[in-house]
Nanobody, 121 residues
Framework: QVQLVESGGGLVQAGGSLRLSCTVS????????MGWYRQASGKARQLVAY???????NYADSVKGRFTISRDNTKNTVYLQMNSLKPEDTDVYYC???????????????WGQGTQVTVSS
């Protein structure tokens, strides 16, 4: 059974920093792209940042220059370094991964359980 386990959320003052981590566990052949989304109550989940297996990245305009996504393939872990945080960054952040299993050519999408990030003004 595949699990994506997030950590690193919390409460921080505006201008501060947090680092989110997401580790993939279970029977996995290959982890393709991984990323972070965020969602406010009653709103749609939105892309924050994404990174491919080759290291190419993509960011939402609202976080460019402040957030950095990275991955450690040896640990099956993706990170989101969040600097210069603003109150409008307050959301639940979800890890997302596109994975392949042994003996299966298909790609499957998985979500983490979410971690709360709260930025106070």
């Amino acid at each position: 059974q595949v699990q994506l386990v997030e950590s690193g959320g919390g409460l921080v003052q505006a201008g501060g920093s947090l680092r989110l981590s997401c580790t993939v566990s279970g029977s996995i052949f290959r982890i393709n792209a991984m990323g972070w989304y965020r969602q406010a109550s009653g709103k749609a989940r939105q892309l924050v940042a994404y990174i491919t297996s080759g290291g190419s990245t993509n960011y939402a305009d609202s976080v460019k220059g402040r957030f950095t996504i990275s991955r450690d393939n040896t640990k099956n872990t993706v990170y989101l370094q969040m600097n210069s945080l603003k109150p409008e960054d307050t959301d639940v952040y979800y890890c997302h991964g596109r994975l392949r299993h042994y003996g299966d050519l298909s790609e499957y999408a998985y979500w983490g359980q979410g971690t709360q990030v709260t930025v106070s003004s």
